[in-house]
Structure formats: C-alpha cells, structure tokens
C-alpha cells in the first residue's frame, strides 16, 4: 500500500471489526480494523484547595504502596461488567481490595439512572467519603457510570469534593484518567468516544460465570429510557476479540459465560460489513471449555428468527429468552417509540414455544406509562396470560430527566401505578409458580456455583432455564461442576431437589 493509502486508512473513521476495501495507485486493499485508540476527550481542571484539613493536591498524589479501593455498584449487569473492567484496571495500578469502604483511598461509585431519584442517592452516597477529605484522608472519589453522564459537570459544582467524573463510555480508560487526578486536578469525561479494547483483565466477581459485553449502546431512544443518552450510540465489538476473550476465560476455568448489549440483537448492524448475532452465536457455541452460553437482553423489534432457531438447537446456548414487551397494549408501545406490536410480539413467542417448548421466556414490564388506561393496562395482563413468563421484572413508570415521556402531561397517579403494579406482580408470581411446576420430579441440569448463604449444608447453580437451585452437597467438592439433580420442591423463583441417585 503507497503512503496515500496509508493516510487515508488513518483518517478515515474505521471501527473495530470493520473490513474495507481501498483502492490506491497499487491496486485494491481489504484493510481490516482490529482496535483503535482515541485521545482522551475531558475537561480537567487543578484541584482548589478543601475548606478545612483538605489538602491542595488530591490525597492520592501521597499515596504510597499500600494504597486501596473500594467499587460500589447500582444498576444492571452492564454496570457490573463495567466495575469487574475499573477493577481490573485498579489492580494493575496496584490497588487492593479495601477490607471496608471507609478506609479505602479510592471511591468509585458505578451509578444507574433508570431509578427515579437517582442522583440524590448518589450525593447521599458521596457525602461521607467528602466529608473524609475536609478531615485531610487520603482519599479520591471517582463518580462514574449513568449518573455521571447525565449530570457531567453539575456534580462537580455540587460536591466540589469529587475528583473524576465519568461515563460508561470511558469504564477501559480508569487508570488513564486516574493519572490526571494524580496530578492535583478534577476530570470530567463525558463526551463521545469509541470504546477500546481492554488491555487489563476485569476482576470478576465470579470464577465459575462471566459477563462478556459484545455490543455497547443503543440507538432507539424510547420515549422512556435515558440509556442512548448515557451509554451513547451502539458499538460492537469484533467477533475475533469476543471469542479470544471467551477463549482466555475457558483456559482459566470459567464453564458459562453471559453475552451482554443493552440491545444484543443489534450486534453487527454497525459494522461494515454488517454480522448478526446469531452469527455470533453460532460462531462461540464450539469454544472448548465453555458449557454454557447465555445472554441479555433482547429487542422484540429486531429478535430475528434464526436467533430464536439458534437458541433452540445450539447445544451450548441455554434454553432462555429474555424478550422484553414493556406493554401489552399497541397505542401503548407506539407511545413508547417499541417498533412493534401485541401481535408481531406474540408470533416471536409463539416460535419460541413451537421449537423450544422447554425454554424458559422471561420478560420486562413497565406499568403506569403516560396516558396508559386500565383498558390499556387489562391488555398487558391479557398478554401475560398468553405467555405465562418464567421471570418478570416489573416497573412502575418513572420520570427520567432528558426523555421526552417525562414532560408530557398525562402522567398517571402515583396510587393507580401501585395498585397496577401489585396486580401484575401477583399475577406474575402466579405464572412463576406454573412454569416451575413443570421441573417436579425431573431431573435437570445443575452448574455449582456457591454455597447456599442461608444453608451452608447446600450448594446453589442454576439449571439451563436459569432457575436457582438447591441441593446437598460440598461446594468445595462441586464447584464448577455440572450435576444433575431431582427436583423434589419447587417454588415461584427457585427450586430444590437431591443429586439423581441419591436415596
């Protein structure tokens, strides 16, 4: 390739996975993109000395060997994957683990938005560790995660006290902009930028199941949801790193590993040339080592069938569908900018349950959505009886700051959307109970993964419909192992039963 190709290869705005063709003096090019590496984009200023003890650097610039942090983490399992990746990065700089927050030298805060009063748990959070600093600890506070892109500079202006700021976009580059709060100043990192990939393996809290982010983002901007705002636009990640990732957790005895993308469905669609995730799926399923494949969440708008025939024939994918609706109702949805309807919702399920009748199909739901009627409502109910979900996670609506659903004036009372919701949750627990009936004196699939908390006599996996279940055993003789047992008692959420074979 000539010096002109070479330059427009660096110029042109390539995403990891990309493939190219380039035509340069020389002949034709296939450039493959296999990461990229962005400069920082932050607002950093120096750190004004604290009223009090505080000191005019950040503590952190004294600390010394035995330095320590301390990960607080809200929200969802994409904020759990981002706090194992800080974590990593955290211990490469030579952190330990605090044995109690209150001694730690480094805070950081991973914050969720979807919760209504969001921001105030996190300046109530902050405020003891603020008040460590007027008394002149060593100690730095990182706010990161939703929160901090939401309110980006603001939470600098009303807790002077923190250090750095900074969004989900940012979870691989912790130690990067550490170094600057090293420096004596205050950073907020918030604007856009392609997500690299990590140098540092995350610290997971797990040695027997993995999260593994293959998408990031999400592009579809219900009318609801702050997550495009916060997590920012979708990127997927390269095939070849997921799988190389998924390889390195085989080698290091991890038996199950769950695929995470706020909008999974999507992967791919943002690469040139454009993969699908039931490519993927097919594309991990023979990675030796791994027994079990799982994943969340699902759009109904872009589930495609052969993700669905994927699932049900792939002999290490789980036989799990997590297909939120949010509502039953079609006036609804459009509301909600969901792109589909009650029935182009049910045909996905009515698939489902044609080729994989055992699946588990486990759904979200919000009640009480602006305008939302109790005929509306009765639709969604309606729908839940069609379905009979396995686990439902159910919301009442919240306003959320920068959505438009937010300002609109028909919100619905706060006592309708709590006698809504209580309604749906007792019908709810009642399909749970149906849809657990069925395991009664079968024998299934177990992965150990812990003792039981409340019961050290037994140990706890989940079966491949990621039922919880219990049974006797010794976790240190069972751990990561792959056992099967009779189910014997069952409950809306959980199950127990005895090894198969055991008198």
Request: proline share 5%.
């Amino acid at each position: 390739m000539d010096q002109g190709g070479r330059e427009k290869c660096f110029t042109s705005f390539y995403k990891p996975g990309d493939i190219n063709v380039l035509k340069t003096a020389r002949g034709v090019h296939i450039v493959k993109t296999e990461d990229v590496m962005t400069r920082l984009s932050t607002f950093s200023r120096r750190r004004e000395r604290l009223p009090g003890a505080g000191l005019a650097q950040v503590p952190l610039a004294r600390i010394g060997k035995n330095a320590s942090y301390w990960m607080e983490t809200m929200g969802c399992q994409m904020n759990v994957a981002d706090s194992e990746r800080m974590e990593g990065q955290l211990a490469d700089l030579g952190l330990r683990k605090a044995e109690k927050k209150e001694t730690a030298n480094v805070i950081v805060l991973n914050t969720c938005t979807i919760r209504d009063h969001a921001e105030q748990k996190v300046y109530s959070y902050v405020g003891p560790h603020a008040r460590r600093k007027h008394k002149g600890d060593d100690v730095a506070i990182v706010v990161a995660g939703c929160v901090a892109q939401q309110e980006g500079e603001k939470l600098l202006r009303r807790i002077p006290e923190i250090d750095l700021v900074m969004g989900p976009q940012y979870a691989n580059r912790l130690g990067d902009l550490l170094e600057d709060v090293m420096n004596g100043n205050q950073v907020v990192a918030t604007d856009p930028s392609l997500i690299m990939e990590d140098i540092s393996r995350p610290k997971r809290s797990s040695d027997i199941c993995a999260w593994v982010n293959i998408i990031y983002g999400c592009n579809e901007h219900c009318t609801y949801c702050v997550v495009p705002g916060t997590r920012g636009v979708e990127q997927s990640r390269p095939k070849e790193s997921i799988r190389a990732e998924v390889e390195d957790l085989a080698a290091r005895g991890y038996r199950e590993i769950t695929l995470l993308g706020q909008n999974i469905d999507a992967y791919g669609r943002d690469m040139s040339p454009k993969q699908t995730f039931a490519d993927l799926l097919h594309y991990l399923n023979d990675v030796e080592g791994i027994e079990r494949i799982r994943y969340v969440t699902s759009h109904p708008r872009y589930m495609s069938e052969r993700v669905v025939d994927a699932v049900a024939n792939l002999d290490k994918v789980c036989e799990c569908y997590h297909v939120p609706f949010q509502s039953g109702d079609d006036e609804v949805l459009r509301r909600m900018r969901r792109g589909y309807t009650h029935d182009s919702y049910m045909r996905i399920i009515d698939r489902i349950k044609r080729l994989a009748p055992d699946a588990a199909v486990c759904g979200d739901v919000i009640v009480g959505f602006p305008g939302e009627t109790e005929e509306q409502f009765e639709r969604t109910l309606e729908l839940m009886e069609k379905v009979k979900f396995d686990n439902l996670n159910t919301y009442a609506y919240s306003p959320r700051p920068n959505t438009e659903a937010a300002l609109w004036p028909d919100q619905v009372p706060e006592e309708v959307k709590s006698e809504r919701l209580q309604k749906l949750q007792r019908l709810g627990a009642q399909h749970a109970q149906e849809r657990s009936e069925r395991y009664l004196g079968r024998v299934v699939e177990v992965l150990v993964e812990e003792r039981n908390p409340k019961n050290p006599s037994q140990v706890t996996g989940r079966n491949r419909q990621n039922r919880p279940v219990f049974f006797a055993g010794d976790i240190d003789e069972l751990r990561g192992k792959l056992i099967d047992v009779k189910i014997t008692e069952v409950r809306p959420w959980s199950l127990t039963g005895q090894r198969a074979g055991d008198p």
